[in-house]
């Protein structure tokens, strides 16, 4: 379950950047109750199920996506993939001449395992600068572990805790980290029990999203291909509207055959080589015909919509499925208005801890009857060309207010200044 997440200094986001997911003590809103749910921690906020971001092009609701899928790719891969001396792809705001040679900081609040976690790191294109985990397991933090590069003794120095119970192997797991990886990775890849609630949480819990457009239908093709799958994705497809009687999805292994007649013969082998072992799947939709027989259509014969609400629905299962937490940018490409509100009113009538936060453009769920003022937040950029973000509870809107009218007329800011063009030089 997430938090907070804070993100410093990366691309358009200059100063600090806040998205909270808990729920606002001062918004009783009785009907839009199953928006927040209990996070199993005795005395702590409820937590909110969704939360939704608005914007004009260009304003950084992508870079705010960027930053967690950043954080979440450090956390999974650096231990890995990192190579002693390779840089690190990190963009500082470059619209200063400050922050350009400052370091990027993220950190992130989040429960595991009924454990909440603060964990947090800063870095630049050279290295890791800093580390820190704290863990909250009887409500009062315990630091487990600081990492802090002393760039006058150019070494690491690490403080480690005696909550944080590993002994000799704490040390150990430090002197193995280099200077691209984060200390949380490599423990756990040596092996850190205590360390793997967190590491795993950012593995199987953090999800994203960057684009619909570009969304594997492989899950759901894989999905169907068991009883159990196939009528859940059935059951989620003919709840959308579309009238789906079965799925057919062929499995099969990628061969010279799945390429283009005109592909040069000089690659095959090599591409050959390097798919080999790929499973790829045939979907067809089947429709009862009005004479009782059954029609199939390829996949891609189906509206643009329907891909992607098909390619979507294997992840949106997941979450609700595992209590994951879901970051999806533009959730509105491809699928209309009306699928996107029955969505997301299916995650607030659900049972699950899952939570969704999306970027849209689309104004119709400024609806008080949808999202509570907590769940809206806005970003536009500042005179710096600096991206800000802030939230809807900040105006203390009126219960009655017609929020979308609002917005669109200004008033929470967060929208495109739009402006003449002469198209005849006059």
């Not at 009785?30 to 927040?36: D, H, P, S, V, Y």
């Not at 999203?209 to 894989?222: A, D, F, P, V």
């Not at 989620?236 to 013969?265: C, H, Q, W, Y």
């Not at 009538?349 to 119709?364: E, G, Y």
């Amino acid at each position: 379950m997430l938090i907070e997440f804070k993100v410093t200094n990366f691309r358009s986001i200059k100063e600090t950047q806040t998205l909270s997911m808990v729920a606002g003590k001062g918004l009783k809103d009785k009907a839009l109750e199953g928006n927040t749910f209990e996070s199993g921690i005795a005395n702590f906020p409820k937590l909110l199920r969704s939360s939704v971001i608005y914007g004009p092009n260009a304003s950084g609701k992508s870079n705010l996506m960027a930053a967690i899928t950043f954080m979440e790719n450090m956390v999974r891969e650096s231990a890995r993939e990192a190579q002693v001396g390779e840089p690190i792809e990190i963009i500082p705001f470059r619209l200063d001449a400050a922050t350009r040679e400052q370091d990027t900081e993220f950190e992130i609040h989040f429960i595991a395992e009924n454990v909440r976690y603060q964990y947090g790191f800063t870095l630049n294109t050279q290295r890791i600068t800093s580390e820190w985990l704290y863990a909250y397991p009887h409500g009062s933090p315990q630091r487990w572990f600081e990492r802090q590069y002393d760039a006058v003794k150019g070494k690491y120095e690490y403080e480690f805790k005696p909550s944080f119970a590993e002994g000799k192997a704490r040390q150990e797991r430090a002197d193995q980290t280099i200077a691209n990886n984060l200390y949380l990775s490599v423990a756990v890849q040596k092996n850190s029990q205590q360390l793997l609630p967190v590491f795993t949480w950012f593995q199987k819990k953090l999800n994203y999203i960057l684009s619909m457009n570009h969304l594997s239908r492989g899950l759901t093709s894989k999905l169907c291909q068991e009883v159990k799958g196939k009528d859940r994705v059935l059951a989620f497809m003919n709840a959308a509207g579309i009238r789906v009687t079965d799925f057919s999805v062929e499995k099969k292994l990628f061969t010279l055959d799945d390429l283009p007649e005109d592909f040069p013969d000089e690659f095959k082998q090599k591409v050959l080589k390097d798919m080999e072992g790929t499973v790829s799947y045939k979907t067809k939709f089947l429709y009862q015909a009005s004479d009782g027989e059954f029609v199939a259509f390829d996949l891609e014969e189906e509206s643009d919509g329907t891909q992607a609400l098909f390619s979507f629905a294997a992840r949106w299962l997941d979450l609700l499925e595992t209590d994951a937490v879901l970051f999806v940018d533009e959730i509105d490409t491809s699928l209309h208005p009306l699928l996107v509100h029955h969505l997301i009113k299916l995650l607030h009538s659900s049972k699950s801890r899952a939570q969704l936060i999306f970027t849209t453009h689309d104004t119709t769920l400024l609806s008080q009857s949808i999202m509570r003022r907590d769940q809206v937040w806005f970003v536009e950029k500042d005179q710096q060309q600096s991206t800000q973000l802030y939230s809807l509870a900040d105006f203390s809107p009126r219960n009655n207010e017609a929020l979308e009218k609002g917005y669109l007329s200004g008033r929470y800011g967060a929208i495109p200044f739009l402006s003449e063009l002469d198209f005849y030089g006059e």
